[in-house]
């Protein structure tokens, strides 16, 4: 066998099992189910299209559900949106006076439901938010449901970046829009 032939072989093999390697490798999917890192938001790319969904609830349609009118005042000082920080889930502890405020509020008023709606501020992608927002929703419910309350009571759902209370592009107005907000049946 001749030298050049058998260094072409081996060139060629190797090249074969190169192109076969990149060509399977797997692609990596994000999931709403996965959990969001801190890492996770970077450069999101393009607004999706996606719609609002109820996430986790016996009804039908988040329109079940009313705002809390300002001539309630006494419901509408129990009832106060919670904040979150950039890029994260996490109940903080001033939100934990407010839910907990909640959570005696349902209690005592056992025949009345709450919508826990998931919000966040409009960096990252539209499919990016809609998962952080039900992550936002559904952490208050566990809260709540922590302190008592039947879960069979609540549902939440994700509006992500659609639904901002300021809509300016500046660090003050994120922290607004980064928020769950509470509707009540």
């Known amino acids: 066998m001749n030298n050049s032939y058998f260094k ?15 060509s399977c490798a797997k692609k990596q999917v994000r999931d709403n189910k996965q959990s969001l890192t801190s890492t996770s938001i970077g450069d999101m790319g393009e607004k999706g299209t996606e ?15 009313k705002e809390i009118s300002e001539s309630e005042t006494g419901l509408k000082a129990i009832f106060k949106d919670i904040h979150f920080d950039y890029d994260d889930f996490s109940i ?8 907990n405020n909640i959570a005696e509020w ?7 439901y709450v919508l826990v709606e998931g919000h966040c501020d409009d960096r990252g992608t539209n499919e990016y938010n809609l998962a952080l927002g ?16 039947s879960q069979k009571r609540i549902s939440t759902i994700s509006y992500g970046e659609e639904k901002p ?9 994120w922290a607004k829009n980064r928020r769950d907000h509470f509707l009540i049946r």
Request: proline residues 6%; positive net charge.
């Open 134 to 149: 039900e992550r936002r929703a559904k952490s208050a419910k566990k809260y709540l449901v922590q302190l008592g309350v």
């Open 92 to 99: 903080r502890p001033d939100a934990k006076e407010i839910l």
């Open 8 to 22: 072409a072989l081996i060139a060629t093999t190797f090249i074969f099992v190169l192109m076969l390697s990149f």
């Open 51 to 65: 719609e609002p969904r109820l996430i986790d609830s016996d009804l039908t349609s988040p329109k079940a559900f």
């Open 165 to 173: 209370l300021d809509p300016a592009q500046n660090e003050a107005a």
């Open 106 to 112: 349902m209690l005592q008023n056992t025949s009345s």
